[in-house]
């Protein structure tokens, strides 16, 4: 089984007629999507749902597409200071979240923000 958080995953934020919050979506898994109140909720939500299409298309033998299959990989390497990798770091365990998970979240704050 492939590990979900090896897919892609797009973030967007929702209107507010739409419930608000935040939107995640895997561009290689066709429906696969989760939601919440913030990207990190919206993320881990997005990666629970991605779980469960792989093992509902592994139970029913339909084709699971690799990783990356649907577009750019979505993956860059930023160099940071010692430490802000160090802070990274320990907001990530304090939010019992990966450090990809957090920088994702809170890149795509930023991003909203502006």
């Known amino acids: 089984m492939i590990d ?11 209107a507010q007629e739409d419930g608000g919050g935040w939107l995640a979506t895997f561009p290689d898994l066709p429906g696969c999507m989760g939601d919440g109140d913030t990207p990190a909720a919206a993320i881990t939500d997005g990666y629970a749902a991605a779980q469960a299409w792989l093992e509902v298309a592994a139970q029913h033998g339909d084709p699971i597409p690799q990783p990356g299959a649907g577009g750019e990989s979505g993956k860059f390497v930023a160099r940071v200071p010692k430490s802000l990798h160090t802070r990274l770091a320990a907001r990530a365990e304090q939010e019992g979240v990966s450090m990809n998970t957090l920088v994702v979240s809170l890149l795509a704050e930023g991003v909203a923000a502006r």
């Not at 979900?4 to 929702?14: A, D, G, S, T, V």
């Open 4 to 14: 979900p958080q090896k897919y892609p995953i797009e973030l967007r934020p929702l």
